[in-house]
């Protein structure tokens, strides 16, 4: 059976666990990471040398990297992998755009406010407002460039599956957003999906 190393909190983590739902693979989660203190053994360290998690443990592969494994579940997983993740060099750039996206621009953002989040209003780095205002600005971008009910158009993808955790928690930072009637419909799509309810209980 697949192993999945990862804490259930992290939203990298969550990404996976909702593809693996999704999918109905059969997989074991171990805790691993941040209150475990487990990511900079040599043994683990061994599977991923960033010391990061996920990491997923396929046999003898070793995937790290979640839209990583995103992809390596998908292409492994048959039919329903091809539905979510398509060979089309056209239709899968499509997928794999937001998937960059959300590491190239969305991330940055994110990471800034997911931080000082936690601490009270008063409290929290100069760079708050500057990351609110990028969150917006790359919130909008996705709400307008939506042509469909899913991210990609009119089909469930990779980039749902990679976006919806992140952008689940971008929406409720307490910070100025504009309406983002698309991408606020889409999350509610996505939140009645079963696989995502179970992967962002934590
Ligand atoms: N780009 C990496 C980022 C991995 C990452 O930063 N993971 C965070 C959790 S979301 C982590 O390992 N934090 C330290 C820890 O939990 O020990 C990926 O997508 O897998």
Not at 12 to 28: C, D, H, I, R, S
């Amino acid at each position: 059976m697949m192993r999945l190393l990862g804490r259930a909190t992290s939203g990298n983590v969550q990404k996976v666990v909702f593809l693996l739902e999704e999918l109905g693979t059969p997989y074991a989660r171990e805790d691993y990471g941040r209150q475990f203190n487990n990511t900079a053994d040599a043994a683990y360290l061994a599977l991923n040398p960033n010391g990061k998690v996920p990491t997923l443990v396929d046999g003898a592969t070793v995937v790290w990297e979640s839209n990583t494994i995103l992809r390596y579940l998908a292409n492994t997983a048959g039919a329903e992998g091809a539905v979510l993740y398509p060979a089309d060099p056209a239709a899968r750039s499509t997928v794999e755009r937001w998937m960059d996206w959300l590491l190239a621009s969305l991330n940055n953002p994110y990471m800034g406010l997911f931080r000082e989040a936690k601490k009270p209003a008063a409290e929290r780095a100069a760079t708050w407002a500057a990351d609110a205002k990028d969150m917006a600005t790359q919130l909008g971008i996705l709400d307008g460039a939506m042509g469909g009910p899913w991210i990609a158009g009119a089909a469930f993808s990779l980039a749902d599956v990679a976006l919806a955790p992140i952008v689940h928690r971008c929406l409720g930072f307490p910070i100025e957003l504009p309406a983002l009637a698309n991408v606020r419909a889409w999350h509610g799509r996505v939140a009645a999906h079963p696989a995502f309810k179970t992967a962002t209980a934590a």
